[in-house]
């Protein structure tokens, strides 16, 4: 971190993620907002679990990586996002056995963690493609964010996967909402 950031944004994806953030930001004495993007939906998701070792050890992780690629030579595709939505695409790949996709999570979207992101990067050395993918529309969330400052800081270019522009984050129908989010998630793998 710079001494000249004024605050820290994350959005943690799981539980011992969320635990080493705040132990960081406690134990690390900042006079800083510390701002935690933390969806309710993810309080009933059964996949979003850590293991008691994972809160004994280790530390606060801005970017992870793909725990679920079995061979880093055979991806093609790097799905970058955070939050939920890295269960969804984890689970989206798994069903469709995408051993050429990864999804790497960004869980401090700032300060923009660019030498954590850009060592997750150089684990796919073959890696052609990277997106963005989120659940809000293109004009909210982190996009804006990540598409003026990413393509510079890494080199690259970025696409990204996410709503159509809208006034509004979201379908006032469930059930539309449900749709449009699976199209979405199945878009990432098309």
Not at 99 to 123: F, K, M, Q, T, W
Request: aromatic fraction near 8%.
């Amino acid at each position: 971190m710079c001494a000249q950031d004024n605050l820290t944004v994350s959005i943690p994806s799981t539980p011992a993620s969320y635990f080493h953030l705040l132990r960081w930001h406690v134990l690390s004495e900042r006079i800083k907002p510390l701002v935690v993007f933390t969806p309710k939906s993810m309080l009933r998701l059964k996949r979003a679990v850590s293991p008691v070792a994972d809160f004994t050890g280790g530390s606060f992780q801005p970017v992870i990586t793909d725990p679920g690629v079995a061979s880093q030579a055979q991806v093609r595709r790097v799905l970058l996002c955070s939050g939920k939505i890295y269960y969804d695409l984890a689970e989206k790949r798994r069903e469709q056995q995408r051993g050429d996709v990864a999804v790497v999570r960004v869980e401090r979207l700032y300060p923009l963690p660019v030498p954590e992101i850009a060592a997750a990067l150089a684990s796919y050395p073959d890696a052609t493609e990277l997106t963005w993918v989120q659940e809000e529309p293109v004009n909210m969330g982190a996009w804006p964010y990540m598409a003026m400052h990413l393509p510079g800081a890494l080199g690259r270019g970025l696409g990204v996967i996410a709503l159509p522009e809208s006034s509004a984050p979201a379908q006032g129908s469930a059930k539309a909402h449900a749709a449009e989010h699976a199209a979405l998630v199945a878009s990432a793998f098309s």
